[in-house]
Nanobody, 119 residues
Framework: QVRLVESGGGLVQVGGSLRLSCAAS????????MGWYRQAPGKQRELVAV???????NYADSVKGRFTISRDNAKNTVYLQMNNLKPEDTAVYYC?????????????WGQGTQVTVSS
């Protein structure tokens, strides 16, 4: 089992920056990828960015060039640096860890952190 604890959300003005952190604990050896998703009110949860164990990254088109995902393996932590924030980035951001144990895939989720971008 993987436990994820997020931090770093908050209120920021348009054009501002925030950095989200997600610390993983537990069966971290089983993690093959970690990522960030977000869910705005009345909308489905969507992928924002993901980084694999081989350090490949992928981003939603809406955040390319503004957000950067990175990982610190020594700290078992994944970060999401968000720059040039827009009102449409307002959402609850969730950290995700994709794991495989004995050939069975698992998804673990953090509790979510609110990001609000005000104009």
């Amino acid at each position: 089992q993987v436990r994820l604890v997020e931090s770093g959300g908050g209120l920021v003005q348009v054009g501002g920056s925030l950095r989200l952190s997600c610390a993983a604990s537990g069966s971290i050896f089983s993690i093959i990828a970690m990522g960030w998703y977000r869910q705005a009110p009345g909308k489905q949860r969507e992928l924002v960015a993901v980084v694999t164990s081989s350090n490949s990254t992928n981003y939603a088109d809406s955040v390319k060039g503004r957000f950067t995902i990175s990982r610190d393996n020594a700290k078992n932590t994944v970060y999401l640096q968000m720059n040039n924030l827009k009102p449409e980035d307002t959402a609850v951001y969730y950290c995700n860890a994709a794991s495989v144990v004995a050939g069975v895939p698992y998804d673990s989720w953090g509790q979510g952190t609110q990001v609000t971008v005000s104009s």
